[in-house]
């Protein structure tokens, strides 16, 4: 007898959940088409080379699974077993939400619940996710520090840009290697935080800590990662040459 109500109980929260997805997913491509000139659009569109276009989105959808590659490399190290399927539609999905929220915080979200059952905690997943975009940044860096140093030997670039980027890029990598490498420092900066909830906030930097310490223990899946960034933002040039090359 209770079977019954049961199932139609989660047949209606499946459709609701679907109706809600529906829903936020036309209000944001409603949005987003609010703000583009349609019959511009229209005019390009028809202009466009389509093997050009082919080559941009290949270029993107290779950029996407590159960074699930990455993800996975870090999840990996926590022993959090998750599919490289599920992490690059997990990406996409954080692709999209990045489109109409700020500073990537939409998707990096995103990424989190989509992780964190499997990681055991919201603090792992977020963690993994933090040292996701800490390399990444690292990684842009360290092309734009190339990019500049190429510029100054060719005679086109800025002097001081050079110089500055790869500074940046030092105490950028040394910042990170200390985090990693002790991570104590990391809960020593976060103990005032404490006075909030003494069990609850102890908990989480203690996991926090706990993460940071696998990954100091991983150098060569970090220098990976680290890889994969680089290459990543080297693929998002190459997408943004082949949009304009279709463009004409």
């Known amino acids: 007898m209770t079977a019954r109500p049961s199932a139609s109980s989660s047949a209606a929260r499946r459709f609701l959940v679907l109706s809600a997805k529906i829903t936020v997913s036309v209000g944001l491509l409603w949005l987003l088409l609010r703000r ?3 019959g511009q659009l229209w005019t390009y569109a028809r202009s466009a080379s389509l093997p050009w276009l082919a080559a941009a989105l290949a270029l993107y959808l290779l950029m996407i699974l590159i960074s699930a590659w990455r993800w996975k490399l870090l999840l990996d190290v926590q022993a959090v077993g998750v599919t490289g399927g599920r992490l690059v539609n997990s990406y996409l999905v954080a692709t999209f939400f990045n489109n109409f929220l700020p500073s990537n915080i939409g998707g990096d979200v995103i990424r989190i619940r989509d992780t964190a059952a499997e990681a055991g905690s919201k603090t792992t997943a977020t963690t993994v996710v933090l040292v996701d975009r ?6 842009l860096v360290l092309v734009a520090a190339m990019a500049a140093t190429v510029g100054v030997v060719g005679g086109t670039g800025i002097a001081a840009l050079a110089p500055m980027l790869w500074v940046g890029f030092a105490a950028g990598s ?18 005032p935080l404490r006075r909030i909830h003494q069990e609850w906030v102890t ?21 990976a990662c680290l890889g ?19 463009m004409g």
């Not at 800490?134 to 990684?139: A, F, N, R």
């Not at 040394?174 to 103990?191: F, I, N, Y």
């Not at 940071?212 to 991983?218: E, K």
Request: net charge positive; no cysteine.
């Open 36 to 38: 583009v000139e349609l």
């Open 174 to 191: 040394a910042l990170a290697a200390s985090l990693l490498m002790a991570p104590g420092g990391v809960a020593r900066v976060l103990g």
């Open 134 to 139: 800490g390399i990444g940044l690292l990684g």
């Open 228 to 246: 994969g960034a680089v290459l990543v933002q080297l693929v998002l040039v190459a997408f943004y040459a082949a949009i304009a090359r279709s």
């Open 203 to 223: 908990e989480r930097i203690t996991r926090m800590t706990r993460t940071l310490a696998r990954f100091g223990q991983s150098p060569r899946a970090l220098a």
